[in-house]
């Protein structure tokens, strides 16, 4: 069953999301992105995976809306802007509500949050062969390195390289005296 803090998480990220599309100005919905960010973070982090909330705190709440942000500061501000209704094309909203009541249907049969072996289908032959045979294949002593390095080291090495791209981007960015 869903947590009240879920829900309040939850309506948070969806409001900062739907805010965020809406906004005229530029900066308003930076600063909203950076609230929809932070909030699927933590999110992450209710939801028992530190490792994906951690990364996003870092590349989206962090480095995107520092990016965002110096582009705005490079570029000229148009100010004397009158406020304007939003226009939104209703058969293309209704699409997206279908779409999304339709992915909520899945909801229920996904495996409660922290189910154990016989309750989740993510507990089968092909874990435990990770958790039982990890040291002897890798000589690894805890289970998510040997994983994470010798297992799915392609993957692992692909995120360190975007991870690493984006922290060159920002440095780049903010040593051409953008916040001077």
């Known amino acids: ?51 994906v909330g951690l990364t996003e705190a870092a590349v989206g709440a962090g480095v995107m809306t520092v990016l965002f942000l110096a582009t705005i500061a490079r570029t000229t501000r148009l100010t004397g802007l009158e406020a304007t209704t939003v226009d939104v ?41 990770y958790v039982e045979e990890a040291y002897d294949d890798t000589h690894v002593e805890n289970v998510v390195t040997a994983v994470l390095v010798a297992y799915r080291g392609f993957d692992t090495f692909g995120e360190a390289t975007v991870v690493f791209a984006a922290g060159v981007g920002v440095l780049a960015v903010l040593r051409r005296g953008v916040f001077e």
Do not use: H, K
Request: hydrophobic residues 60%.
């Open 1 to 51: 069953m869903i947590t009240p803090i879920e829900a309040g998480l939850l309506v948070f990220i969806v409001a900062t999301a739907v805010m965020t599309a809406l906004l005229r100005d530029v900066l308003a919905a930076i600063i909203v992105f950076g609230g929809y960010s932070l909030g699927m973070a933590i999110l992450w982090i209710v939801l028992q995976a530190p490792d």
């Open 89 to 129: 094309n209703l058969p293309a909203a209704a699409l997206c509500v279908v779409f999304v009541l339709a992915v909520l249907t899945t909801v229920p049969a996904l495996p409660a949050v922290g189910a154990g072996p016989g309750e989740n289908p993510a507990f089968g032959e092909i874990s435990e062969y």
